[in-house]
């Protein structure tokens, strides 16, 4: 007995000093510092480029399109950022499949500082393992190994990254009932617009139309959580913080996330119904 207590003990003092410093200045400021200094400045660099010598045109963003939430200037300045790490990882012969699981690992770290309440590195940790999932498609091409079975590997680890991402979020409003109700349904609407794409793609059908898709829910989290936990760095809450940044991309994504998964449903239905 004496040692189960001292074992429950020193595991208690572990998980408080754990929190200590996932919640200290060092991982709060980072993101304000660090992260989002750089980005503004490739930001800046990539809006100077395209003034210069004009915006890049891939068949990637072509392909997949803007929307009012995400516009293609955005989406090429993010391929811009992440080529240079693309090329890199082709000269170190990583394996995209290495990729895609070391994204759903990072993704699920995230998730579980997240629903302790360290927004900042969650924020840290949930753009280094987008950016992985980003990679793994660029890289595959690449080398040649783009194949049907990596891109269901993909598709399956991008699921279950995302889910868990959200239920982290809902871990962390699990006391707040409203804001663990908008978790849930963003989690609801981001499974739901998957499925529905997929589920045409069954039928024959490309219902791809509608907002919020998967690089858009990652955008909006990424950059709430980073600026959410700045936000409560220079302006601290006097209890619990509720993030109210996160909780607004949350609910956009519940928004939109459902009413395209009940748009590309309808758009289904009646495409069947043709045949």
Known sequence: MARLAKFKYLRARVKDELLVWVNSPATTWLPLVGLTGALFATLLAFGLKSAIHGRPHSARVAQTGGTFLLGE?????????????????????????????????????????????????????LLVGSACDSLDGSVAR?????????????????????????????????????????????????????????????????AKMGTMQRHERAAYLITATILSSIAEVVWPSAGRPRHLLVLGALALIAIFANWTGARRTAYIRAELRKR
Do not use: N
């Not at 993010?78 to 070391?102: C, I, K, Y």
């Not at 279950?160 to 349904?185: L, V």
């Open 73 to 125: 200037f955005f989406m090429e300045w993010g391929l811009w950022v992440f080529a240079p790490f693309a090329r890199f990882a082709v000269r170190l012969g990583l394996h995209p499949d290495t990729l895609s699981w070391t994204s759903l690992v990072l993704t699920i770290a995230a998730a579980a500082l997240i629903g302790q309440g360290a927004f900042g590195l969650g924020g840290w940790l």
């Open 142 to 206: 690449a080398r040649g190994l783009a194949s049907d079975a990596g891109e269901t590997l993909d598709a399956v680890i991008d699921r279950w990254a995302e889910i868990a991402t959200f239920f982290g979020y809902a871990y962390y409003y699990r006391d707040d009932p409203m804001a663990f109700s908008i978790a849930c349904a963003a989690c609801a609407g981001a499974v739901l617009v998957s499925y529905t794409r997929a589920k045409g793609e069954g039928f024959g059908i490309d």
